[in-house]
């Protein structure tokens, strides 16, 4: 049994705890800043990056990138976000990766408050959780090839440098990723990484 608590602050505290939690468990990274771009948190994942300066970082207490364009268009965004209400994407290029990060910058505000601030999530390029393959299987009956094929192609791998990895002809892979599109009830490779791509969410 699950006693309520009624105080505001115990409340608070109870609140901030398991959305810190929830934050933690998904495969991306989440910044929450002002309009200035001053972070109010973030999970393990977002922070990781910004600690390591790896494409994001922290200068003066307000996130920036390696860059000082991307700095400049990052800014731009957030402000837009918070102050105008627009949502925004951008790439941020990493000196210590080829794979850039992809940031969806939207405003996000309560209903109680005037409170606005910018919701930012980040994300590597080609980037999958490592337990996607395993989800994948569960989530729509996918025999362990299927799955381990799929979770590939969702990381922007190509079908015949899968068929080579796996040892398989490309016939043998093609017919795999049939069976696994009539699971998923789709008819394209562009929709079955959408579908698969949205559940790989938790990490």
């Given at each position: 049994m699950i006693e309520v608590v009624d105080t505001a602050v115990e409340r608070g505290v109870f609140?901030?705890?398991?959305?810190n939690a929830i934050?933690?468990?998904?495969?991306?990274?989440?910044?929450?800043?002002?309009?200035?771009?001053?972070?109010?948190?973030a999970n393990d994942l977002a922070w990781?990056?910004?600690?390591?300066?790896?494409?994001?970082?922290e200068n003066g207490g307000l996130l920036t990138t390696e860059s000082d364009f991307e700095a400049e268009a990052l800014h731009?965004?957030?402000?837009g976000a918070v102050r105008q209400g627009h949502a925004g994407a951008m790439l941020?290029?990493?000196?210590?990766?080829?794979k850039p990060l992809v940031l969806l910058i939207e405003p996000f505000s309560t209903d109680e408050s005037s409170f606005r601030c910018a919701l930012i999530t980040v994300r590597e390029v080609g980037?999958?959780?490592p337990r996607l393959a395993e989800r994948a299987r569960m989530m729509f009956n996918f025999s362990p090839a299927e799955a381990e094929i799929v979770s590939r192609v969702v990381q922007g791998r190509e079908p015949v440098e899968i068929a080579v990895e796996r040892h398989v002809?490309?016939?043998?892979?093609?017919?795999?990723?049939?069976?696994?599109?009539?699971?998923?009830?789709?008819?394209?490779?562009?929709?079955?990484?959408?579908?698969i791509s949205s559940a790989d969410i938790l990490e």
């Open positions: 609140e901030a705890h398991v959305a934050l933690n468990l998904v495969n991306f990274g989440v910044i929450v800043t002002d309009s200035e771009g001053c972070a109010y948190a990781g990056y910004v600690t390591r300066g790896d494409g994001l970082a731009s965004r957030i402000a941020i290029h990493r000196s210590r990766s080829a980037r999958a959780s002809s490309i016939n043998t892979l093609r017919v795999q990723m049939a069976s696994a599109m009539i699971k998923v009830g789709v008819h394209r490779q562009a929709e079955l990484v959408s579908v």
